[in-house]
T-cell receptor
Framework: SQTIHQWPATLVQPVGSPLSLECTVEGTSNPNLYWYRQAAGRGLQLLFYSVGIGQISSEVPQNLSASRPQDRQFILSSKKLLLSDSGFYLC????????????FGSGTRLTVV | QKEVEQNSGPLSVPEGAIASLNCTYSDRVSQSFFWYRQYSGKSPELIMSIYSNGDKEDGRFTAQLNKASQYVSLLIRDSQPSDSATYLCAVDMNRDDKIIFGKGTRLHILP
C-alpha cells in the first residue's frame, strides 16, 4: 500500500534561518506531488506541485522553493524564514493527476519566532 | 467570484441528526469533486469523491452533485460527536494538475 511520510512534525525556527522540509512517498511510482500551506484560520494554499523529477510549478511567488531530486521525494526549502511563513505545511500525492483526489501527509507545524 | 465557496460555520447539529454541508464552484467544466475531513491539528482525510450528477452513498455519508447548478453537498446521517471537524470541499477544475480547495466548514455535533 502507498504511504506518505513527512517530517518533522513540529518545528520552531527563528526569523532569518533556513528551512528544509522533506516528504517521501512509498508504494507508488511517478506520483504527482504537492506542497500546501494552511495558515491559522485560513484555507489550504497550494505552494508548489510537481509531475516528475526536476519539474516544479510554483503557485505563489515568495521566499520558498521546492525541489524534486528523486521520483518519490519532494523538498520544501527557504534560505531565510519570515514571520509570515508560520503555518501548517502539508505534502500530498496523487497518481494520474487530480482525478482521484490527493492523499496528504501528517503535516509539519512551523512556527517562526 | 471565488473558485470554491463554503460557509465557514460553525454549523451546530444535535447528535443523531443529519448534518448538511454545502459547496459551490465556479468552473462549469469541473469533473471531479471531493470532500475531506480535517480534525483540529491534523491533516485532511479524503472521505468522499463524486464524479457524476446525483447521489453517492458510503455508510453514513452521502455526496450529492448538481453540475447544472455548480453545487456539491455532503450529508452525514446519524451525526456523532466524532464527526465534529472541518469539512473541506475540493474541485478538480480540469486544468493543470491541481485541485482547488474551499476554506472549509466547521461542523460541531452537540452531544
Amino acid at each position: 500500500s502507498q504511504t506518505i511520510h513527512q517530517w518533522p512534525a513540529t518545528l520552531v525556527q527563528p526569523v532569518g534561518s533556513p528551512l528544509s522540509l522533506e516528504c517521501t512517498v512509498e508504494g507508488t511510482s511517478n506520483p504527482n506531488l504537492y506542497w500546501y500551506r494552511q495558515a491559522a484560520g485560513r484555507g489550504l494554499q497550494l505552494l508548489f506541485y510537481s509531475v516528475g523529477i526536476g519539474q516544479i510549478s510554483s503557485e505563489v511567488p515568495q521566499n520558498l522553493s521546492a525541489s524534486r531530486p528523486q521520483d518519490r521525494q519532494f523538498i520544501l526549502s527557504s534560505k531565510k524564514l519570515l514571520l509570515s511563513d508560520s503555518g501548517f505545511y502539508l505534502c500530498a500525492w496523487s497518481t494520474g493527476g487530480p482525478v482521484l483526489g490527493y492523499t496528504f501527509g501528517s503535516g509539519t507545524r512551523l512556527t517562526v519566532v | 467570484q471565488k473558485e470554491v465557496e463554503q460557509n465557514s460555520g460553525p454549523l451546530s447539529v444535535p447528535e443523531g441528526a443529519i448534518a448538511s454541508l454545502n459547496c459551490t464552484y465556479s468552473d462549469r467544466v469541473s469533473q471531479s469533486f471531493f470532500w475531506y475531513r480535517q480534525y483540529s491539528g491534523k491533516s485532511p482525510e479524503l472521505i468522499m469523491s463524486i464524479y457524476s450528477n446525483g447521489d453517492k452513498e458510503d455508510g453514513r455519508f452521502t455526496a450529492q452533485l448538481n453540475k447544472a447548478s455548480q453545487y456539491v453537498s455532503l450529508l452525514i446521517r446519524d451525526s456523532q460527536p466524532s464527526d465534529s471537524a472541518t469539512y473541506l470541499c475540493a474541485v478538480d477544475m480540469n486544468r493543470d494538475d491541481k485541485i482547488i480547495f474551499g476554506k472549509g466548514t466547521r461542523l460541531h455535533i452537540l452531544p
